[in-house]
């Protein structure tokens, strides 16, 4: 039996690089997958790959910040799937990296903290009632290192993934006694996710500050990991997968370090 036999899935921001990713192992190990977002093409690509290799997938076209769209969408999956056992927000915020403090406005400031706090509030706040009722369920949420890290250049995404694990680790104590677990995972920067995502921008500011080119900027934040490497999307959709099963069932409340060691916890 595959470890996530008979689950039912959401993913939002399933057409990224690594929500995408996620799903596809999901749907890898049994699950019932449900990809949402806001561009149909990477949405109906990664249902594609899922039913290619035999797994199940549909996709739906749902703003994660709109509390009401969401709240329809997941009424609607677990009407018709007749229950929710996974939430996953990998939902990705376009917003800068590179200006300090002194070029900073407030609204690029405010960018990230606004974005994805929203949209995993949203989330959230419209999984609970289907997780709860069932007594069992798994949220799984996204930050980045920026949150433990200090420096220079990435003020407005450092408090935004702070926020997140924050928000992770309270929301574990708040859905616990409805035997809902929450784990909140924390890659590095993703290099295959260049070209495809809104890191994009964000990636070749900070390069370009430092003089270097985006390849050689991501280089350099892989040999400032003990590992000397970066995560790929795989890497990140095995450990959820993982996290998400039953195997992982007392891990709640967690921030699982994905970084390769450029944070030793």
């Not at 109906?44 to 509390?67: I, K, M, N, P, Q």
């Not at 376009?94 to 903290?113: C, T, Y």
């Not at 407005?156 to 104590?173: C, D, P, Q, T």
């Not at 934040?221 to 990140?236: C, Y």
Request: glycine share 14%; aromatic share 4%; hydrophobic share 45%.
């Amino acid at each position: 039996m595959t470890t996530l036999d008979k689950k039912v899935a959401v993913v939002y921001g399933g057409g990224g690089t690594v929500g995408g990713a996620i799903a596809r192992a999901f749907a890898r190990e049994g699950a019932q997958v449900h990809v949402a977002g806001r561009t149909r093409d990477p949405l109906d690509r990664v249902v594609r790959d899922v039913t290619a290799g035999g797994g199940r997938a549909e996709a739906a076209l749902v703003d994660a910040a709109d509390e009401d769209a969401v709240r329809r969408h997941l009424d609607e999956v677990t009407g018709r799937a007749g229950r929710l056992d996974i939430l996953v927000n990998a939902v990705g915020v376009p917003h800068v990296q590179g200006p300090p403090l002194a070029e900073l406005d407030l609204d690029r400031f405010m960018a990230p903290i606004d974005g994805y706090l929203r949209t995993l509030f949203a989330t959230v706040k419209a999984a609970a009632p289907h997780l709860a009722e069932q007594g069992s369920g798994v949220v799984l949420t996204m930050s980045t290192p920026g949150a433990r890290l200090t420096g220079r250049g990435f003020l407005g995404n450092g408090v935004s993934s702070a926020a997140v694990e924050a928000f992770s680790r309270i929301l574990a104590g708040e859905l616990g006694p409805d035997g809902v677990r929450v784990v909140c995972i924390r890659p590095h920067a993703i290099p295959a996710s260049v070209g495809a995502s809104h890191v994009t921008g964000a990636f070749e500011e900070m390069a370009g500050r430092a003089g270097a080119t985006t390849d050689e900027w991501l280089a350099g934040a892989a040999r400032g990991t003990l590992l000397g490497r970066l995560p790929t999307p795989e890497d990140v959709a095995e450990y959820a997968a993982f996290a998400a099963s039953d195997r992982a069932r007392t891990m709640t409340g967690v921030i699982a370090n994905l970084s390769a060691g450029c944070i030793v916890d």
